[in-house]
């Protein structure tokens, strides 16, 4: 059982009986400290007159809030697989002792889970399932491989330490309050479709943008260690304009992505000159969470400004609830802490291999997918992995550093078309013959 830090635990307790002595008396030893995550063990003993004894143990697994209301709202902790507990646990109180700037206790726990589950196990993937990242039994979404992305961004984040502030990594949360969205309105027949106005959804906007905070934190610490103390600075913007959303059916996907530029184009001069990269966030075009349909809905990607600043592209609901292919109902605060730096990291190294096109790091399109095409000197099997080695073995040394081409620099790119060239999101061991599954 899961039990809350720092409530009051009561034991349920035990109650014995024999078939010839009745009812007996049982001891219990153990306790619970209600104020130290951790595991715990009650322990329920009892004899009869003939001295015939019975034991019994109940286990109480003492865990954070939001993680009992993670458990307690999604599924039980007992169903899930020890190594899915284990790698989404130790990412998300690996990351609060970095929030707490205890980077010790961090660190301890980022190193004993890569001794216990090493880079490029299979164990990350236990209990996912292909196709399409379920959850084999399960309906959540905690990152595929199971925290992997976010921990191997951890694992950067306690090695480099908190650096010193060596300027900022500005990041404008575009949001337009509505949009004129196209969308389907019959699953057997896609040319039926219909324009109606979204609103974007109230709570991207509550406490300035929490949710949006909370989602990125874990990426935003990464910018921060791996470009040597930039620090992540997120802004939000509320675009007043209603962009327009058309609707495209692919080969297998559907798309429906506004135009980022344009939107960009429309911003003061003093918002522009002051943001090193944008995010909009958008009312979704998706009807539902898309259950209904054949084919995913790709709703986001990566485009770029007019003066080549990266735009991050999603719809509002890609952050409050999982998406069909990726589970069911909406992200609890565990899920998203885990999974949406997954995303923010994919879409950031496509920017980043832009950046640094002399190490033909994606001369081809998600070229890491296939593992015949990675250096020689790269170690591992899974996407981050080639993020990791990329950033480690390519790019820490370049010139000019991270910190310097991260920053926006008031260059207008000429001819550049391909407004949201990356839509295309995959996450899966980088084996030959693995289909390249896409989500936004």
């Known amino acids: 059982m899961v039990h809350q830090i720092g409530i009051n635990y009561s034991d349920a307790g035990a109650s014995a009986k024999d078939n010839r002595d009745g009812d007996i008396e049982v001891s219990i030893s153990g306790s619970v400290n209600i104020e130290r995550l951790g595991s715990y063990e009650i322990i329920y003993e009892a004899s009869d007159k003939s001295g015939n004894s019975a034991r019994a143990i109940r286990k109480v697994e003492v865990v954070s809030d939001q993680f009992y209301d993670f458990y307690t709202n999604t599924e039980d902790r007992d169903t899930f697989e020890p190594s899915y507990v284990k790698s989404l646990e130790t990412l998300i109180y690996a990351s609060d002792d970095v929030l707490n700037n205890d980077y010790a206790s961090a660190r301890e726990k980022v190193k004993a889970i890569f001794q216990e589950q090493p880079y490029g196990s299979r164990i990350w993937d236990v209990g996912v399932s292909f196709p399409g990242y379920q959850f084999a039994n399960h309906t959540v979404m905690a990152g595929h491989p199971v925290a992997y992305y976010a921990m191997r961004m951890m694992e950067d984040i306690v090695d480099y330490g908190d650096q010193p502030a060596t300027g900022e990594y500005r990041v404008t949360a575009l949001i337009p309050t509505c949009a004129d ?260």
């Not at 080969?251 to 003061?268: H, K, M, Q, W």
């Not at 990266?310 to 992200?331: T, V």
């Open 181 to 440: 969205v196209e969308r389907p309105t019959n699953p057997s027949d896609l040319n039926q479709t219909e324009i109606v106005r979204r609103e974007i959804d109230p709570v991207i906007l509550e406490n300035d943008g929490a949710i949006l905070r909370e989602a990125a934190d874990i990426f935003g610490r990464w910018v921060e260690a791996i470009s040597g103390g930039l620090r992540f600075k997120l802004s939000l913007y509320e675009v007043d304009e209603c962009p327009s959303v058309s609707f495209n059916v692919g080969s297998d996907a559907f798309f429906a992505i506004p135009r980022g530029r344009n939107i960009v184009s429309t911003l003061p001069l003093t918002v522009q000159n002051q943001t090193d990269a944008y995010w909009l966030i958008y009312p979704s075009p998706v009807p539902g969470d898309g259950s209904e349909y054949s084919e995913t809905f790709i709703t986001g990607g990566m485009g770029r400004s007019h003066y080549g600043q990266p735009i991050f592209i999603a719809d509002d609901m890609w952050i409050i609830r999982k998406p069909a292919h990726l589970g069911k109902g909406p992200y609890s605060t565990i899920e998203r802490r885990s999974y949406i730096p997954q995303w923010l990291q994919h879409e950031f190294m496509h920017h980043v291999y832009e950046l640094y096109p002399e190490f033909e790091l994606e001369k081809e399109d998600h070229q890491w997918f296939n593992r015949t095409k990675w250096p020689d000197d790269f170690d591992g099997v899974y996407e981050p992995d080639y993020y990791i080695e990329s950033i480690k073995k390519r790019i820490s040394t370049a010139e000019p550093p991270l910190s310097k081409t991260l920053k926006f620099s008031k260059t207008i790119i000429s001819g550049f078309t391909a407004e949201d060239q990356n839509p295309a999101y995959a996450s899966k061991p980088a084996l030959m013959g693995c289909p390249h599954l896409k989500h936004p």
